[in-house]
């Protein structure tokens, strides 16, 4: 039977990874992802995992050691932040293109500069093109689920492209919290052990990695761009699986109070929650506001999005990350390209929120839905507004 | 929901106390989050802690800026922090000092209600070393009832495994001196 | 990858991950049609020692019947092997325009 314990949500991950039964683990340690590979790398040393556990020099050399371990067959796991995805960044692009299933717990923290340790999705976001599919979690529960999920969705043969769960550094990992763990047994059954459609064997040899001339990349990006694409309907299957048997169901993009909503909330990661505290707050005052939380960013859920929409006359969408220079902050310019051919699509209005670790109360949401709606009714002046910031 | 604020110095486990708060929390199958004032931590430096306690999932994940109860582990922080600047009206103030009440309230102005102990006094003389958190946390526990007193020995054993009783006996003993005055209007 | 021409691979025929489960697939890059020159042996004055064969960075050079050697469609005309040449007996001739 499921049990309720309380536990940090670092540790929980790295519970989840155990118990998926990972057999290959390369990382290296960074503020916040940390206690996620410490511990794993003590379940290991203490036998308690059957797993080999490399310790490298640089997240560089963590995720390259992933692609040689995956590409033998194994069953993969790194966790990494920040700075530490950034270095990996060449690299994460050859894990997706050669098609292993690496499972990578992303604790999001900003990138410098200035230096800061603390909780925004810049970094994610610097990755978005990598070719991984990418989803967001909102609680310790959702951190544990979706840990032990990415390895049957990565490892489906259908699939078969790494998987990134993104959980907020800090306000997130580093909180203790009341989560359910299933018995051992039913993640066994959930997840049977990988087997590699092509994997680095000497008795059966193959080239991974070849040069691919012009006259032949085209294809293998379409290849792989379809290939994830395509993973959406199987995200789903594995998602509905898990809820069947857990009772946590999930869903690409989750509405929160949205009947009869004409002002929408749309935001990603565990603020999602504080924004819910804010809509129960505004519907008490018979505001008709309600949320859209965006759970799978990789493939993005370009139909379900529109669904969500219908009906809505303004769209807020909140980022916690910048795109400098650019049209807009990055979710915004997902969502704005996913309502364009949309008739009848909301007006969008645009704030970016909790940057670089600042604190996000259920107030901010409040104050964020009154200026939208207020400028809503005049000509908009700015793209997008940077939420609190001074002068 | 019950939102409590810890205030120490780096190195005094408070982090450690909002931690053992929340897990006694949720064996009595409650819900609860014990988290610390993220960042590089400095020994010395003041601290904050924060653990909140509810009967349903709990979903803010920020700081607590309006607390019903501040819990100070080092009396020289009222001057730099002034923990009950925001608190609620109706909180309380547990407080690690050897003074009264009315000596505390003529110190420092304060109108709201005072739980008080003698948590260096207490440490010094069960756990031999004045290190208060799970001391204080038998005053806030006297204080406030957001757990039992029993709910607290099971993560202090994981916690601190051969030293946990001694550190619950301190718990008990903060928890039997712990002297509390009521609000002034 | 199928065994058609590159040029004419359709993306669904790209095996996963582009993996490749033949070996010896740069046999398809004639990368003889790079070169400006190439070697020619005279048999008269060679000794069959089999340096040129040695030295040869391609592996372009192959042992004919009779243990002589000659070039085959992946040389590049580096010229090697006339430096090498024990005795002297390759030239290096210009590709004709």
């Not at chain 1, 790194?78 to 050669?98: H, P, R, V």
């Not at chain 1, 969705?153 to 990992?173: K, Y």
């Not at chain 2, 009206?89 to 209600?113: C, M, Q, S």
């Amino acid at each position: 039977m499921a049990h309720r314990v309380g536990m940090e949500v670092s540790l929980a991950v790295s519970e989840a990874v155990q118990m998926a039964r990972a057999e290959a683990i390369a990382a290296y340690p960074i503020t916040p992802q940390t206690h996620i590979v410490e511990h794993l790398s003590s379940v290991v040393a203490n036998g308690e995992l059957e797993a080999e556990f490399v310790n490298v020099e640089s997240e560089h050399s963590a995720i390259s050691t992933c692609i040689g371990m995956s590409a033998t067959g194994a069953r993969t796991y790194t966790a990494t932040s920040s700075q530490g995805l950034a270095l990996m960044n060449e690299i994460l692009f050859i894990a997706s293109a050669l098609r292993l299933p690496i499972v990578m717990t992303v604790a999001n923290r900003a990138l410098s500069g200035p230096l800061s340790i603390w909780n925004d999705h810049g970094d994610i976001m610097a990755a978005r093109d990598i070719g991984w599919i990418q989803i967001f979690v909102e609680n310790g529960q959702e951190a544990f689920d979706h840990s032990v999920m990415a390895f049957k969705i990565a490892e489906n043969h259908e699939v078969l492209l790494p998987t990134i769960i993104n959980l907020d550094g800090f306000i997130l990992s580093h909180v203790v919290e009341a989560m359910e763990f299933p018995d051992q047994e039913l993640v066994d059954k959930f997840l049977p052990p990988y087997h590699p459609r092509y994997c680095l064997d000497p008795a059966k040899p193959v080239t991974m990695g070849a040069f691919a001339m012009p006259e032949v990349y085209t294809e293998v990006k379409m290849a792989h761009q379809t290939a994830l694409t395509n993973s959406y309907e199987h995200i789903l299957k594995v998602w509905k699986e898990w809820g069947d048997l857990t009772g946590r169901h999930y869903q690409p993009v989750e509405k929160y109070k949205t009947e009869g909503a004409k002002t929408l909330l749309l935001t990603m990661g565990c603020l999602s929650e504080v924004a819910e505290v804010a809509v129960d707050e505004m519907r008490e005052a018979g505001m008709d506001v309600g949320l859209l939380r965006l759970r799978m960013w990789r493939p993005f859920p370009f139909a379900d999005l529109r669904n969500a929409v219908a009906g809505a006359k303004l769209l807020i969408v909140c980022d916690r990350a910048l795109s400098l220079g650019g049209a807009a902050p990055p979710v915004l310019a997902e969502v704005r390209s996913a309502l364009y051919a949309m008739r009848g699509r909301p007006q969008t209005a645009s704030f970016v929120i909790g940057l670089g670790g600042r604190d996000v109360a259920p107030d901010a949401f409040k104050a964020i839905v009154a200026q939208a709606q207020e400028e809503a009714q005049q000509k908009p002046t700015q793209e997008y507004h940077i939420f609190g910031v001074r002068g | 929901m019950i939102e409590i604020r810890f205030h120490g110095r780096g190195g005094q486990g408070a982090v450690t106390s909002v931690e053992l708060l929340a897990l006694a929390a949720i064996n009595e199958g409650k819900f609860a989050q014990g988290f610390p004032s993220f960042g590089p931590e400095r020994r010395g430096a003041p601290v904050l802690a924060f653990c909140r306690v509810d009967d349903r999932h709990i979903r803010l994940r920020c700081k607590i800026s309006k607390p019903d109860v501040v819990v100070v582990l080092d009396p020289s922080l009222i001057r730099i922090q002034n923990p009950p600047a925001d608190l609620k009206e109706g909180g309380i103030i547990v407080l690690n000092t050897p003074k009264t009440p009315a000596e505390v309230r003529r110190e420092y102005g304060f109108k709201h209600t005072l739980a008080l102990v003698d948590a260096n006094k207490v440490a010094r003389e069960v756990l031999g070393v004045p290190i208060v958190n799970t001391t204080m946390m038998g005053a806030l526990i006297r204080a406030t009832g957001v757990v039992k007193l029993e709910s607290v020995e099971p993560p202090l054993k994981e916690r601190f495994g051969p030293l946990a009783v001694k550190n619950f006996n301190a718990l008990k003993a903060a928890f039997e001196q712990t002297v509390i005055e009521e609000r002034r209007s | 990858m199928s065994s058609k021409p590159m040029d004419q691979v359709t993306w669904q025929e790209i095996l996963l991950g582009a993996v490749l489960t033949e070996p010896g697939s740069a046999r398809e890059y004639n990368t003889g049609d790079w070169r400006s020159q190439h070697p020619v042996w005279t048999k008269s004055r060679c000794i069959r020692c089999g340096v040129c064969w040695t030295v040869c960075p391609e592996g372009a050079i192959s042992e004919e019947p009779g243990g002589y050697f000659d070039m085959n469609t992946y040389c590049k005309g580096c010229g090697i092997c006339a430096k090498e040449c024990v005795t002297g007996c390759i030239s290096m001739v210009p590709e004709e325009e």
